[in-house]
């Protein structure tokens, strides 16, 4: 399925019809000389770089490798600050590529390559901002992980430098090119599911997630091989850490955790689904109760959103001590959108209402008897033959590298997880990592672009 094709003009418009009050701002129309003279068209190679080149990094290098051939990409660059990570990445580069790229420790060199048109960032979260922002400047394209920010002010950063630029942005927010989540959003604005009052996502694991006790490279690295200033990027100087280096996500001045890693997706999803942007209003909680190792962020967290113009709630959970039952429910007053299986899952269901259903759904015997008798339907497209989709895909998506690439060849384009997308769910992100830290209601204040702690008339 071809990713909707909305020109900015078309985007800005339809965004600040449909969310009113949120401040939005349009990317430049003319683009630099510099611009066109890197990509000239269908048939001109882009040459990417890799910006980062931990774990998330090999799964950049896997989604250029599946579009290489029929994208016509090239790889020029890595570039990290620990030397073990770049010789890794370079060596991959080799096998994936059958091609020598040159080595950076320091963004500001890998940047200044003439021949570089696009970077793709897999860094340390509390670093994606600053350096989505310095990229564009730089002139080049940028694939940036997400959580786009940590922190408003970054995001705001971010924003602005983007918006300032020429350059096309695609944040990591990978299901947002998905065709059954297309799909599933096709449907929510048809009216098929009525009103829908509540989304909620359950997204679960079983592990002490993002802490290995005996990580090689945490055994591997030396502070003499790195920048550990580089590395903090403003944040308070602690001494030298590895586990802090390799483990951010699971410390609390680098990360939210599950809400930087896992609910960034989520909210991403229910503003792509709902066309709406940033909760009015969060409230969270949880704790570290199932792996009470060196981890600072919770293991065990629940946030609940108000959407307060759409009038809907939006209810996210995760556990690491318990696998069972991941799913997304997404309840209309006419029907009922039903995935089984966690983050991205494209085995959905709709569930219509007003039928003799005793408990709403009999999920242990009744599902199979509802596809028979049509109570519920298969929500399927011809990338599964139209069939039931598994329960879970792979983060390396080829779709959203493609409508990347794509929307770079057509600078006219806005890619799927634009600025604002990543702008949106940052905020949210931040909002309920802050209210959890917090144990507080907070507001998001759409004029003034800031958290509160009051209602915002």
């Not at 630099?32 to 040459?47: F, L, M, T, V």
């Not at 580089?230 to 483990?247: A, I, N, Q, S, T």
């Not at 997880?417 to 931040?430: D, E, L, P, R």
């Given at each position: ?6 020109t900015?003009?078309n985007?800005?418009?339809k ?17 630099s ?6 990509i ?29 051939k ?8 890595v570039?990290?600050i620990w ?5 890794k ?14 080595q950076?420790k ?6 200044a ?17 600053k ?8 002139g080049k394209?940028c ?5 786009m920010?940590?922190d408003?002010?970054?995001a ?8 300032e630029s020429n350059q ?5 927010s ?12 096709d449907?929510i ?6 009103q829908?009052t ?8 079983n ?6 006790p005996?990580?090689?490279?945490v055994?591997a690295?030396?502070e003499e ?6 590395w ?6 602690v ?15 680098y990360?939210g955790?599950?809400?930087s890693?896992?609910?960034?997706h989520?909210?991403g ?5 709902t066309?709406t ?9 949880g ?8 981890r600072?962020n919770?293991d ?9 113009e ?8 995760s556990n ?9 429910c ?10 089984h ?5 494209p085995r959905?269901?709709?569930i219509?209402?007003?039928q003799?259903?005793?408990g709403?759904?009999?999920?242990y ?6 596809l028979?008798?049509?109570k ?17 895909l792979?983060?390396?998506s080829k779709?959203h ?8 060849r057509d600078?006219?384009r806005?890619?799927?997880?634009n600025?604002?997308?990543?702008f ?6 931040i909002?309920a ?13 759409r004029?003034?672009e800031e958290i509160?702690d009051?209602?915002?008339?």
């Amino acid at each position: 399925m071809t990713p909707r094709n909305l020109t900015r003009r078309n985007f800005i418009g339809k965004t600040t019809t449909a969310i009113a009050g949120t401040a939005l701002a349009s990317s430049p129309v003319a683009f630099s000389a510099a611009s066109y003279n890197r990509i000239k068209g269908a048939n001109d190679r882009i040459n990417i770089g890799f910006l980062g080149c931990g774990a998330r990094g090999s799964g950049h290098q896997n989604m250029v490798k599946m579009s290489a051939k029929d994208k016509n990409l090239g790889v020029v660059a890595v570039c990290d600050i620990w030397k073990i990570n770049r010789e890794k990445a370079a060596t991959a580069c080799r096998a994936n590529f059958g091609t020598e790229v040159k080595q950076f420790k320091y963004s500001e060199d890998f940047l200044a390559m003439t021949e570089l048109d696009a970077v793709m960032i897999a860094t340390g979260d509390h670093q994606h901002a600053k350096l989505l922002a310095e990229v564009v400047r730089a002139g080049k394209d940028c694939y940036c992980e997400k959580p786009m920010a940590t922190d408003v002010d970054e995001a705001k950063l971010a924003r602005k430098a983007v918006l300032e630029s020429n350059q096309v942005v695609q944040m990591g927010s990978q299901w947002l090119s998905d065709p059954m989540q297309i799909k599933v959003r096709d449907i929510i604005r048809s009216g098929k599911l009525g009103q829908i009052t509540k989304i909620e996502q359950v997204w679960n694991d079983n592990g002490p997630r993002w802490h290995v006790p005996d990580d090689p490279d945490v055994a591997a690295i030396r502070e003499e091989d790195t920048d550990w200033k580089r590395w903090l990027l403003g944040k308070p100087y602690v001494p030298f850490d590895p586990w802090k280096y390799f483990e951010f996500r699971i410390f609390r001045d680098y990360s939210g955790g599950i809400t930087s890693q896992w609910m960034s997706h989520g909210a991403g999803l229910v503003h792509f689904y709902t066309d709406t942007a940033i909760p009015d209003s969060v409230v969270a909680h949880g704790g570290i109760f199932g792996w009470p190792d060196i981890r600072q962020n919770p293991d065990t967290f629940q946030a609940l959103a108000s959407y307060d113009e759409k009038k809907f709630l939006y209810s996210y959970t995760s556990n690491y001590a318990n696998k069972f039952g991941d799913y997304t429910c997404i309840r209309g007053k006419e029907g009922t959108l039903f995935a089984h299986g966690g983050e991205g899952s494209p085995r959905w269901f709709f569930i219509h209402e007003h039928q003799d259903l005793p408990g709403g759904f009999d999920f242990y015997e009744g599902m199979k008897e509802a596809l028979r008798t049509k109570k519920a339907e298969i929500v399927t497209t011809p990338e599964y033959d139209m069939k039931m989709g598994p329960v879970s895909l792979s983060d390396d998506s080829k779709y959203h590298l493609d409508n990347w690439i794509d929307c770079m060849r057509d600078r006219s384009r806005i890619p799927n997880g634009n600025i604002h997308t990543g702008f949106w769910h940052s905020v949210a992100a931040i909002m309920a990592t802050r209210a959890y830290r917090e144990c507080k209601k907070l507001y998001w204040d759409r004029v003034k672009e800031e958290i509160t702690d009051n209602p915002v008339a």
